[in-house]
């Protein structure tokens, strides 16, 4: 993963249908009883690689600065993914906790780690 929806989302669900591999949830759908918007699972979101030059559901969001980069969904972050109160990582009754340690994502390597924690629009 390395998408987030911010807080500036209309619940539009436009990035919903444009999504290469479902990982986006509408409001209702969220994993998070509390979450106002649009969500990105972490455990299922590729960046769009291999898909598009950019990710796509920010291509088709209306709103300008509504998606922006976060950290990759490896090993290296798992930390920051199981401890973060922005997320809730599905869990397998086979695997227990989905953590990237057992399923990394594919992400943009071109997009820096220091754009990534500034929270950086996607931009388009």
Known sequence: MAVL???LCINC???IEVC???AIASESDSPRE???YTYVKPEKCIECVGHAETPACAAECPTEGCIVWDMPYTAEYNDYYVNSAEYVISESKKRGLLTPEVAPQTFREDISIAS???REA???
Do not use: N
Request: net charge negative; hydrophobic share 45%.
């Open 5 to 7: 929806i911010t807080d």
């Open 13 to 15: 669900d436009a990035c």
């Open 20 to 22: 290469p591999v479902g």
């Open 34 to 36: 509390d979450w106002e």
């Open 116 to 118: 990534r924690k500034a």
């Open 122 to 124: 996607v931009a388009v």
